[in-house]
Structures are given as C-alpha cells and as structure tokens.
C-alpha cells in the first residue's frame, strides 16, 4: 500500500493559480491511475482529472482547459496545475492511487483545502 500527502492548497481569489502536490511513499511508476478527486461541503465527491502511468490525462468538462494533471516519477509526485480558478473549484482536493492486481488497490490522501474567493 502506498501512502499519499497533498499539500498546496490555499486561499486564493478568483482568476489565480495554485498548484496541488501529492507525495507518494513509495515509487509511482508501478501505479496504474493516479487522480485528483474533490469534495465541496455538502456534496458528493467528484473526479476533477486522472493520469495512467503511460501519461494519458482525462479530465472533467468543468475543469477543462484550466487544469492540469501530471506526474514525476523521479520525484514519486503527483501535480495538479490549477489556472483561473474560480469560486465553485473551492473544495477539499484529495490524491488516489489505483494499483491494479495489488492487495490493497486503492489508496487516498487525507485532501488539502482550496479556497477561491470571488
């Protein structure tokens, strides 16, 4: 099992930029899907952007063109490069790891807060 930590997160107005880390405690190479995952107070969470590890990126049409996802495996980190932000991208934003085949699979970060004032 890998243990993830975001860090990053931040008050910012509307239209910044901040960008999201996730360290791993282990290599990433061997980690099939790495995503960024949020959660706004009193809704569900939601996938924001994922990455595989040949580097394929999919992301959500709210985030679209503002967002971007990647990874360095030399450093086992996980980025989330977040451009003109604004209000409703406030939420807690979480790391997850999905190892396929592997006993514990799935694996999540404890989230790190974005506050984007308007």
């Known amino acids: 099992q890998v243990q993830l930590v975001e860090s990053g997160g931040g008050l910012v107005q509307a239209g910044g930029s901040l960008r999201l880390s996730c360290s791993a405690s282990?290599?990433?190479?061997?980690?099939?899907?790495m995503g960024w995952y949020r959660q706004a107070p009193g809704k569900q969470r939601e996938g924001v952007a994922t990455?595989?590890?040949?580097?394929?990126?999919n992301y959500a049409d709210s985030v679209k063109g503002r967002f971007t996802i990647s990874r360095d495996n030399a450093k086992n980190t996980l980025y989330l490069q977040m451009n003109s932000l604004k209000p409703e991208d406030t939420a807690v934003y979480y790391c997850?790891?999905?190892?396929?085949?592997?006993?514990?699979?799935?694996?999540w970060g404890q989230g790190t807060q974005v506050t984007v004032s308007s």
């Open positions: 997850k790891a999905i190892t396929i085949g592997a006993i514990v699979p799935v694996s």
């Open positions: 282990r290599s990433i190479f061997s980690i099939n899907v």
């Open positions: 990455i595989t590890s040949d580097g394929s990126t």
